[in-house]
């Protein structure tokens, strides 16, 4: 009889939530510059070269624009129907897309342009190794994304509305913090065009 192999590592995809209208400010912001490409490629290329297996982008009304100015790799397209109902649609949308072989969905968003494909694997290294049900980054003392949401708790994502995001589903369960370091990235978003102006000064040499 063959020796039985060891157990393969929990397997994590990856979703990047780009559907959101962008009101605040004022035009499409995941296309913005920031440093020679668009903000977006940014989370796109950090995601590509991680350990993340299933990846999908999750776009909306701006699906055509966005997708003819970025080069997306190995990462597939899911688009959400209705992206006005907020970003709890897009996260169930994204969810419902993905291999369900996984065991866990690390969740970005794409105008959180800092993430980093070391941040990324660090936080699947955590969520591998952990039976707690979410990892979430925490960034200058706050809760963030990047959130790693094991399979557990899917179903209680779904039951989301409007742009809540996880908060509530992350409420009463167990969560290992992960404190993020400057030298793992930034968690600074960009909804304003001065956001905007504050992050391209910080990507500047």
Same mark, same amino acid.
């Given at each position: 009889? =063959?020796?039985?192999? /060891?157990?393969?590592p929990p397997q994590i995809g990856g979703l990047i939530l780009a559907a959101g209208e962008a009101r605040r400010f004022g035009a499409q912001k995941l296309?913005?510059? @920031?440093?020679? *490409?668009?903000? !977006?490629?940014?989370? &796109? ?6 350990? @993340? %297996?299933?990846?999908?982008?999750? #776009?909306?009304?701006? $699906? ?5 100015? #970025? /080069?997306?790799?190995?990462? =597939? ?37 800092? !993430?980093?494909? $070391?941040? &990324?694997? %660090? @936080? #699947?290294?955590?969520? =591998? /190794?952990? *039976? $707690?049900?979410? #990892?979430?980054?925490?960034? *200058?003392?706050? =809760? ?10 899917w179903l209680a994502a779904f039951a989301l509305e409007g742009d809540i995001g996880m908060r509530e589903v992350l409420k009463d369960v167990g969560v &290992? /913090? ?15 065009? %001065?956001?905007? $102006? ?8």
């Amino acid at each position: 009889m =063959r020796p039985r192999a /060891e157990a393969d590592p929990p397997q994590i995809g990856g979703l990047i939530l780009a559907a959101g209208e962008a009101r605040r400010f004022g035009a499409q912001k995941l296309l913005a510059p @920031l440093d020679g *490409r668009p903000l !977006v490629q940014h989370v &796109i290329d950090a995601a590509n070269a991680s350990c @993340l %297996e299933d990846i999908a982008i999750v #776009v909306g009304a701006n $699906a055509d624009a966005l997708l003819a100015r #970025v /080069e997306l790799g190995r990462m =597939r397209v899911v688009r959400n129907p209705d992206p006005a109902r907020g970003l709890a649609s897009s996260l169930q949308v994204g969810l419902r897309t993905l291999d369900p072989h996984l065991h866990a969905a690390l969740v970005l968003l794409g105008d959180i342009p800092g !993430v980093t494909t $070391a941040l &990324i694997d %660090e @936080l #699947v290294a955590l969520g =591998r /190794e952990s *039976r $707690a049900s979410a #990892v979430v980054s925490v960034w *200058r003392g706050r =809760r963030s994304p990047p959130v790693v949401l094991h399979k557990s708790l899917w179903l209680a994502a779904f039951a989301l509305e409007g742009d809540i995001g996880m908060r509530e589903v992350l409420k009463d369960v167990g969560v &290992i /913090e992960f404190a993020v370091t400057d030298a793992l990235g930034s968690l600074d978003d960009v909804d304003t065009p %001065e956001d905007h $102006a504050r992050v391209s000064g910080a990507a500047s040499p």
